[in-house]
T-cell receptor, first 111, second 113 residues
Framework: SQQGEEDPQALSIQEGENATMNCSYKTSINNLQWYRQNSGRGLVHLILIRSNEREKHSGRLRVTLDTSKKSSSLLITASRAADTASYFCATELQGAQKLVFGQGTRLTINP | KAGVTQTPRYLIKTRGQQVTLSCSPISGHRSVSWYQQTPGQGLQFLFEYFSETQRNKGNFPGRFSGRQFSNSRSEMNVSTLELGDSALYLC????????????FGPGTRLLVL
């Protein structure tokens, strides 16, 4: 089964609103990474948060990590139409370099 | 720096054929990983190479293989293609074996007829 599970599977909001996506995982990790994918194209890296970090910011993005709950969240503030995409969390497992991806959240920003 | 490049971008093959996909990592990156993305299974790890050695392998049949060259460029090969191999194949590169951001290429979309 997938290491990462994302919630919700789909999210539709109005432009200007904030969007929050959640990711839960099962085993210990080295880090957790968030990616964006537009229409089946390549993945664009957004943020990497290490297991000893609790929060990171990048522009309008805020990522939190709670290792006790094995969960992470991605907050996009002041959403724009260009934020419409699928968002994936990926965990780098301890002892392995590979990334294990969740199924993703499909975010739609309505103008 | 140029990003990760993958060739070809699109490919159509028939069942039973074989295919080779190519990936050029970001300059200076020595780790290359391959992923398969399908609507049903999502993104799944295929294998990872570092310094020309396969370091990790996902749960795929032996028809899927790869290699890495001394310049860190990587190829993956799929033999005896099946309809279910139709997918987007993504390559990612990173500086180190662990703990670093993986940067993805645009992918190769393979259609098996």
């Amino acid at each position: 089964s997938q290491q990462g599970e994302e919630d919700p599977q789909a999210l539709s909001i109005q432009e200007g609103e904030n969007a929050t996506m959640n990711c839960s995982y099962k085993t210990s990790i080295n880090n957790l990474q968030w990616y964006r994918q537009n229409s089946g194209r390549g993945l664009v890296h957004l943020i990497l948060i290490r297991s000893n970090e609790r929060e990171k910011h990048s522009g309008r993005l805020r990522v939190t990590l709670d290792t006790s709950k094995k969960s992470s969240s991605l907050l996009i503030t002041a959403s724009r139409a260009a934020d419409t995409a699928s968002y994936f969390c990926a965990t780098e497992l301890q002892g392995a370099q590979k990334l294990v991806f969740g199924q993703g959240t499909r975010l739609t920003i309505n103008p | 720096k140029a990003g990760v490049t993958q060739t070809p971008r699109y490919l159509i093959k028939t069942r039973g054929q074989q295919v080779t996909l190519s990936c050029s990592p970001i300059s200076g990156h020595r780790s290359v990983s391959w992923y398969q993305q399908t609507p049903g299974q999502g993104l799944q790890f295929l294998f990872e190479y570092f310094s020309e050695t396969q370091r990790n392998k996902g749960n795929f049949p032996g028809r899927f293989s790869g290699r890495q060259f001394s310049n860190s460029r990587s190829e993956m090969n799929v033999s005896t293609l099946e309809l279910g191999d139709s997918a987007l194949y993504l390559c990612a590169s990173s500086l180190a074996l662990r703990g670093e951001t993986q940067y993805f290429g645009p992918g190769t979309r393979l259609l098996v007829l």
